[in-house]
Nanobody, 127 residues
């Protein structure tokens, strides 16, 4: 059973940066693309960013409009870890952030397509 473990959340002020990490417990997790979602209080879980690859070094990065140009998704293949660098944070970025893994070929934008999820990490941005 693959496990995803997020870390890096916290309480920051508007304009600050945070880097979230999502480590997978299993190597060879190459048939799955990875994504970040978030859920604010009283709202549905929403797509944030995703990274897809075809087994080699070619990959595609996709972002929600609300975070484009502020957030960057990346991976460290050797560490089996995906990161979400969040810059210029805003109070509206406050949410629990979840990383997930979705089988290659499925939509990275739809949360219900994901097979594996982490436990979530809280990000709180004060004004």
């Amino acid at each position: 059973q693959v496990q995803l473990v997020e870390s890096g959340g916290g309480l920051v002020q508007a304009g600050d940066s945070l880097r979230l990490s999502c480590a997978a417990s299993e190597r060879g997790f190459t048939n799955y693309n990875r994504g970040w979602f978030r859920q604010a209080p009283g709202k549905e879980r929403e797509f944030v960013a995703a990274l897809t690859w075809n087994g080699g070094s070619v990959f595609l990065k996709e972002y929600a409009d609300a975070v484009k140009d502020r957030f960057t998704i990346s991976r460290d293949h050797a560490k089996n870890t995906v990161y979400l660098q969040m810059n210029s944070l805003k109070p509206e970025d406050t949410a629990i952030y979840y990383c997930g893994a979705v089988e290659s070929g499925r939509s990275v934008w739809k949360g219900n397509e994901y097979e594996y999820w982490g436990q979530g990490t809280q990000v709180t941005v004060s004004s």
